[in-house]
């Protein structure tokens, strides 16, 4: 946030929080789905994607609290929760996952597809993803499918695309830009290599490299801009890094198996794509 601080979505006790840069915390707002991540709009709101109900449980393990579909939804100034784009094409139900603006103003949001699927089998096996793009009006399009669990997702240094995380095959992928949405995907780099890793949310530094949460594997790996693994940060066993952010200097984890945010010393600066959103 502008004034330095954090605001994350604690999905266990189903709030958003804020917490300040002498660690003071509040909440910002009571979540009515399950916000699996929120992002600073160009109007100074925050913008989440709402899975639809999947929470994880005070006592560990992931699980449906609800039978609702995922949306994008709006928080303003005051903590007042609406549903800013709900009209999501293709069979739901939808499990938005991450978000990011660009400089235009667009929000491009991953939607994990039904992952409810890998805890209930009843539920049918699992079909896959999708990437949407939403206007400023909160028109949405369905412009990428992703068949591998497609999860973070941030902008590329040079604004020319988005990197997504796809956690299946634990790997990120650069998607270009086009006149129709995103072009062909290309493989920005393969971190099977990096035993259990599955890659969550990212995000970009101001010299093009990429610092990516493994959920599994209870690490934060450090990409350079030609993708290549750099560095290996571990995290406590079973705390199970979700989604990170960069300020000048810092570094703060969610770590959706330990229930914690987590933030240390880094020789970092975030990239700033979309102005006035740093």
Avoid: K
């Avoid at 979505?9 to 399950?34: F, I, K, L, Y």
């Avoid at 229930?259 to 880094?266: A, E, K, T």
């Amino acid at each position: 946030m502008p004034d330095g601080s954090v605001c994350f979505s604690d999905q266990t006790h189903a709030v958003v929080r804020r917490t300040s840069a002498n660690r003071a915390t509040e909440v910002v707002c009571t979540v009515p789905g399950s916000f699996n991540a929120v992002a600073l709009g160009p109007d100074g709101a925050l913008y989440a994607a709402d899975n639809g109900g999947m929470r994880p449980g005070l006592a560990g393990g992931w699980g449906p609290v609800g039978s609702g579909d995922g949306h994008v939804a709006r928080v303003d100034s005051e903590g007042a929760v609406s549903r800013w784009a709900d009209a999501l094409a293709g069979p739901g139900p939808h499990r938005l996952n991450d978000l990011c603006f660009d400089r235009a103003g667009r929000l491009w949001v991953t939607d994990s597809g039904n992952w409810d699927a890998m805890f209930d089998e009843a539920g049918g096996p699992y079909r896959g993803g999708a990437i949407f793009v939403c206007d400023p009006d909160g028109s949405s399009t369905r412009v990428a499918e992703v068949a591998d669990f497609p999860n973070g997702i941030a902008p590329r240094l040079d604004a020319s695309g988005l990197i997504v995380a796809h956690t299946i095959t634990s790997s990120l992928w650069v998607y270009p830009f086009s006149d129709d949405g995103l072009g062909t995907a290309e493989l920005f780099v393969d971190l099977s290599g990096i035993a259990q890793f599955a890659p969550d949310g990212l995000a970009v530094l101001d010299d093009g490299s990429v610092v990516v949460a493994g959920n599994h594997a209870d690490s934060v790996a450090v990409v350079s801009p030609d993708g290549t693994v750099v560095d290996l940060l571990s995290t406590p066993f079973g705390w199970g890094p979700t989604n990170l952010a960069v300020a000048p200097g810092r570094l703060w984890v969610t770590m959706g198996s330990g229930g914690r945010l987590c933030s240390l010393d880094v020789p970092w600066d975030p990239a700033v794509v979309v102005p006035g959103l740093a």
